[in-house]
């Protein structure tokens, strides 16, 4: 990955840490030169700064003052939390890590997984039993391997049901075997009598190191004569930017006139990628701006524009010069997949499928403890470094995705109990796309009932890193 690359102007760096020179030779804990590496690179940084006071450049009057600042509070993630601006609603997506190591694996696509995608549910409902149904296996995996098919339902792991209070510790280990079960709806229309029995299904997975190809699936599917083109893209990867670029040589070879993208579980990625797919999709609006980045008002100089392109590294961009293109979305949808569709719409028709979005515009970068806040001569004592919020992205038009998440135009929620097969045209949210491609979305469009299980809020599938939309390329600020 060419992660975050510096050469940023020497009197730029030196504005942001020639105030505070006195004030390293007082440091002398560990714990206190995290945190002064936190303020620092938050005081430079962060999206946000004009609206938190103590990240005001003239915010200390002294050495001293600075120090007792540092010294109340208790831990870097302390710090670090105090200074984020309206954690609830606007700034959502700053994070600070303790391993860098891991977060750059994360970013290369690299992470430690069996391969299960799934969700938690608290079954049935006001009870403490908990069950999980599978939504999504990934590709050349361990579960992939063990043949776990989406939509399966399991209930207890080592054999022991899961409930509210364990599932986190089971679910957590590196091996584990899941004990497989039938939903049945015992022939009424009430929740109240349902109930899962064990269909006898085992199967064992252990998390290893894994690689994913964000290009999950790429397919023609033959629609009333004419050729559509799927795409289910699971995150902006830079890492695989050939491959998404193969998956559109494929559709370019079979003259498709239409292509439906899914996104539903794409958290975002990099900016650049997203760029780069927009490019694919047309190809009409070469040197056009697909994008803005806005930082805070301390590094105007730093605003970049991304632009509709005709190759990467070398490499020809295979356009499809379309003026509609279909995007399927969940509510984990965000960052660099709203990105696209925010991008697109003033150039093209983009017809949104499914539930409303995630609502994130904002690009991070990632801040080291360096003297430029580079990869480059990092400080050995520890493996922190922070992940803020930096720009604001906004489209052609300067407009940014909205808090709240994209609506789509065509609303189908996906089922917890009706899944699909992913790729399947009588998938339902596929199908609900694929009946507008036919003009016939008001006869055969599926009407998806929202699940009435009861989700629970679990990180136990998800790599912790992945809802990161982040600059990885000659826009970063680090060139």
Known sequence: MKFLKLSLLALVLFAATSCFDDMDDTISSSTTNVKDFVWKGMNFWYLYKSEIPDLADNRFSSNEEYSNYLNSFLTPEELFESLIYQRETVDRFSAIVDDYIALEQSFDGTSYSNGLKYTLYEFPENSSNVIGIIKMVLNDSEASAAGVQR???????DGTVLNIDNYGQLLNQQSYTLGFVDYNDNGTPENEDDFVESNGQTTSLTKVVYNENPVYISSILEVNGENVGYLMYNRFNNNYDSHLNNAFAEFQASNVQHVIMDFRYNPGGSV???SLLGSMVTGQFTGENFSKLIYN??????NSTYEFKDSFNGIGINHLNLSKVYIITSARTASASELVI????????VVVVGDETVGKSQASITV???PNFT????NPTHTYALQPLVAQSINSLDEAVPSSGLVPEIEVIESALN???LGDVNEPLLAAALADIQGSSGRFAPSIEKPFLKPIDSDLDKNPFEDFMYLDDDHSPFK
């Open 419 to 421: 899944l699909g097969v």
């Open 297 to 302: 008002s301390d590094l105007q100089s730093q």
């Open 151 to 157: 939509g399966q339902i399991f209930n207890s792991v």
């Open 272 to 274: 650049n990628t997203a």
């Open 368 to 370: 080291y403890d360096s």
């Open 342 to 349: 925010n991008s697109l719409n003033p150039y093209i028709d």
């Open 375 to 378: 990869a480059q001569n990092r």
